[in-house]
């Protein structure tokens, strides 16, 4: 049984940086995609970035395009969320997520398509 276990959030300053982690386990590397949304005070949850797991490919949302990295790690089966020049806007609960049935070789910032998801981590940024 997949299952993920977020880390990393905390209260930062506008401008600041954070690194959050998704430890991920049980998992069938093939046709996985890992995926990390968010989801503010009162709004709806929105994808972020995500990753496929094998060829390593990239995805982000426009609104964190040029700040936020997504990356893997094979060996310790984590995927991380570098953020970078953070902002008020940023504030939000963290997800990450699985796609197990990818397609096309390509994961999509879409919820619908991620079937498990971890607890989530806190992140808040402000002066």
């Known amino acids: 049984q997949l299952q993920l276990v977020e880390s990393g959030g905390g209260l930062v300053q506008p401008g600041g940086s954070l690194r959050l982690s998704c430890a991920a386990s049980?998992?069938?590397?093939?046709?996985?995609?890992i995926g990390w949304f968010r989801q503010a005070p009162g709004k709806e949850r929105e994808a972020v970035s995500c990753?496929?797991?094998?060829?390593?490919?990239?995805f982000y949302a426009e609104s964190v395009k040029g700040r936020f990295t997504i990356s893997r790690d094979n060996a310790k089966n984590t995927v991380d969320l570098q953020m970078n020049s953070l902002q008020p806007e940023d504030t939000a609960d963290y997800y990450c997520?699985?796609?197990?049935?990818?397609?096309?070789?390509?994961?999509?910032?879409?919820?619908?398509?991620?079937?498990?998801w971890g607890q989530g981590t806190q992140v808040t940024v402000s002066s």
């Open positions: 990753i496929t797991w094998n060829a390593g490919r990239t």
């Open positions: 997520a699985a796609d197990v049935n990818m397609v096309f070789g390509e994961c999509v910032l879409v919820r619908a398509a991620y079937e498990d």
């Open positions: 049980g998992f069938n590397k093939e046709r996985l995609a």
